[in-house]
């Protein structure tokens, strides 16, 4: 930690990025590992992380994107997503959106397994991104987010994404159990504001309606599913 406090930063930015480089360390070694097993072709390794850089810990870079962790503006939902398997796959960069629900029926994919659930699953196979075809994310995929601390408020930061607009109830809180907002959704387009500095739903007002329609309809379902699981735990009696 030394080295980096010596570069400038504070203690608590300078110990966060010595704690990043044990990581980065940590995963080379696991990937000599499978390299020495004559595994490497036949695993996969994902790495991501789950959010943007803590506030509470203080100010660090962020790519200049609004927002942090407990946040789901991009600078608190916009991460690293790194695939390693050298064997089918060739290294490269893709510039699309992958969200964490897609992971699961992406492996489903790779195993060669024919998904059968009674339950539909939330996200989508990113598997021909990673074998090269890149016109299989369409514009119309919807993806979405809710964040906050305790019993899930959804008048409270949520977001669904279509494209690229991006429609946002917005941040009010980090306490836990918020009361409803009553703030309006902010609408914007992240092809031309990458940073969401300039909400646009007075000039969208059709597009408005239509995704906080869909974001409704994702909420209740989630929580419907919450519920009936909820319902479905077993009384323990002392």
């Not at 100010?59 to 690293?80: C, D, S």
């Not at 398997?85 to 964490?100: L, M, Q, R, S």
């Not at 974001?215 to 419907?224: G, R, T, Y």
């Amino acid at each position: 930690m030394a080295h980096k406090r010596q570069m400038g930063f504070d203690e608590s930015t300078a110990t966060i990025y010595a704690m990043i480089e044990v990581i980065d360390r940590g995963i080379r070694e696991l990937i000599l590992e499978l390299d020495k097993l004559e595994l490497s072709e036949k695993t996969l390794v994902i790495f991501a992380s789950d959010n943007g850089p803590d506030p509470i810990t203080g100010t660090r870079f962020n790519q200049n994107l609004r927002g942090t962790k407990y946040q789901i503006y991009e600078g608190g939902i916009q991460v690293p997503f790194l695939v390693y398997c050298p064997g089918p796959f060739k290294a490269t960069h893709i510039e699309e959106v992958v969200h964490f629900v897609d992971v699961f029926p992406t492996i489903l994919a790779l195993c060669g397994i024919d998904d059968q659930a009674s339950t539909p699953l939330d996200g989508d196979s990113f598997f021909p991104l990673l074998v090269g075809d890149k016109q299989t994310q369409q514009e119309s995929v919807r993806r979405y987010w809710q964040w906050n601390r305790g019993v899930p408020n959804y008048t409270h930061h949520a977001a669904i994404r279509e494209g690229n607009w991006k429609l946002v109830r917005p941040f009010v809180t980090r306490s836990i159990n918020p009361e409803d907002s009553d703030k309006l959704p902010v609408l914007f387009d992240l092809a031309a504001d990458p940073t969401e500095a300039n909400d646009c739903a007075k000039d969208h007002a059709e597009r408005v309606a239509l995704m906080n329609a869909l974001l409704n309809a994702w909420c209740e379902s989630v929580e419907a599913d919450r519920i009936r699981e909820y319902e479905q735990q077993p009384i323990i009696h002392d």
